[in-house]
């Protein structure tokens, strides 16, 4: 099962209207999850962890880890925060692969990238991507909410088209640009990343209040089974089996939803 790490988040975001979609996508996948027990972690955080019936991926030294971020200019500064700490605090810097996914020209990022794989020997690969690349997945009422429009930003959604992109990696690490990782993440992924599930994420306990009962109506006529009892997760860091998400075809799904 998956062991602690200290992940701290740096701040906080609960809109009723932006955690809708994620809460809807969250409850399909966790509905295609055993859920697990939870481990202990700092305060704030749990994690679920991969049941004792749940694989693990291979945890050998030589194997690169992924981790991914996306960020705009606006937030340019925490990712590098984020990126620092995991550099920082991994004792296998060359195997870490921090995949960014940008949509828009960022000020200095290549001369950042040149930098930090100068000095530190880890490797930034940058991924250009369109706003019409992620759409499908982007809750349009967020247009019609002054306070939550900037939540539409297209990196808040670049996370589900990784699995897409990253065709030639199996598992990889999501993390918003507002964290700080304080352990070794390259040893911490090789050990979690399970081999028979989905993904892994921080859970939220309690079925969300703000999905109305006509929303699941609406899904299961679709023919999308949620559950409204099962628990859900924050988006914000996904442990994912990339292989697994394209074989079970769950980029679809979520563009029903």
Known sequence: MMDMMHIHSCFYIKSPVFLTLLV???????????????????????LYAATPECNLLSNATATPVHVV???GNKHFVGLQAVVNSMINNTQSPASLFVHLFVAEDIHNLEYWKRQVESQTGSHIVLHDFQPSDVEPYINPHLDKEEHTYRLRADSNFARFIMAERL???????????????????????RRN???????????????????????????????????????????????????LWREQKVDETIRKI
Do not use: C
């Open 24 to 46: 809807v996508i969250t409850h399909y996948l966790m509905s295609q999850v055993e859920m697990a027990r939870q481990v202990a972690l700092p305060p704030h955080h749990s």
């Open 193 to 243: 990343t399970p081999a028979d599930k989905p993904l892994a994420a921080f859970p939220r306990s309690k079925s969300d209040p703000y999905i109305p009962d006509s929303t699941y109506g609406t899904l299961y006529d679709r023919g999308i089974q949620v559950s409204k009892a099962s628990p859900t997760f924050n988006a914000g860091i996904l442990l994912m089996n990339l292989k």
């Open 167 to 189: 065709a030639n990696v199996s598992a990889a690490l999501w993390m918003d640009s507002d964290m700080i990782v304080q352990g070794d993440i390259v040893a911490w992924v």
């Open 69 to 71: 971020l996306s960020s």
